[in-house]
């Protein structure tokens, strides 16, 4: 439970700290806001075994870390000058949000009470395939969608 707390407070300043220091759009921060709530209140995935912070039957923990993570690397993304900058950020991401969940998983032990089977047999994103794909995928996605609307 603390853990979790800690992860909100620290996704409430990264977004904080983007919005002020890079100037972040508000469409886009609302963009993220906006997929990261449809994710998490509506797939249903986010009950955690040690505790939850729910407002509106949303899991607070999850819908904040969500807009933190896609805002913060849309940020970087924006920033980089390498001509193959989407696969790099992908790559980044991925290998971002697996090093992520396995400290959450197995040094924190935030866990959702599920039975699903971890990615490619590992302690880390136990959710179905769709969950797994979402995790590994999203920020690429928001990406492609926030440059396709035009959102700046």
Known sequence: MLAE????????SVIGYILYRFKMSVR???????????WVKFTGF???????????QLNIFTFILWTAGLTGFKEIYDHMKC???????????MVFIIT???IG??????????????LFGLEL?????LGQLYYLLA??????????LEVK
Do not use: C
Request: glycine share 6%; aromatic share 20%.
């Open 139 to 148: 920020v690429p996605i928001f990406i492609l969608m926030s440059d396709w």
């Open 83 to 93: 001509k193959w900058r989407l696969p790099f950020i992908t790559g980044a991401w």
């Open 125 to 129: 994103l136990h959710l179905p395939i």
């Open 100 to 102: 992520i969940e396995w």
């Open 46 to 56: 986010y009950n955690y075994s040690g505790g939850n912070f729910i407002l509106f």
């Open 28 to 38: 886009q921060t609302i963009l993220a806001l906006l997929i990261s709530f449809f």
């Open 105 to 118: 998983y197995n040094a924190l032990n935030i866990q959702l009470a599920s039975h699903y089977t971890g």
């Open 5 to 12: 707390l800690i992860a909100i407070i620290f996704g409430v």
